[in-house]
């Protein structure tokens, strides 16, 4: 029961550190970019890529969750006792 619970927790840390590290990584590589104030469309670029983060972040993390989609699915709730 307790390797069962380790290796989902393996699993899913590892699935979210192949979703968020490249995503991360590109937005920073453009934020070197960002530092030639003449190019201005890269300004523009890191910004929507910056914001695009939080969505990724929100979706992959918390929407596609297993203990999430589970919780759902079965109709749990949280208590706020």
């Known amino acids: 029961m307790v390797d069962k619970q380790i290796k989902d927790k393996i699993k899913q840390t590892l ?8 995503l991360v990584g590109v937005s ?3 934020g ?15 910004a929507v890529c910056n914001g695009l983060q939080g ?8 929407i596609l ?5 589970h919780n759902v699915s079965n109709g749990e709730r949280r208590d706020c006792d």
């Open 32 to 46: 070197i970019f960002y530092l030639n104030e003449s190019a201005s469309f890269m300004q523009y670029v890191f």
């Open 65 to 69: 969750n297993g203990q999430n989609l």
């Open 28 to 30: 920073w590589i453009l």
């Open 55 to 62: 969505v990724y972040i929100f979706v992959f993390n918390c």
């Open 15 to 22: 699935w979210s550190l192949c979703v968020l590290v490249p």
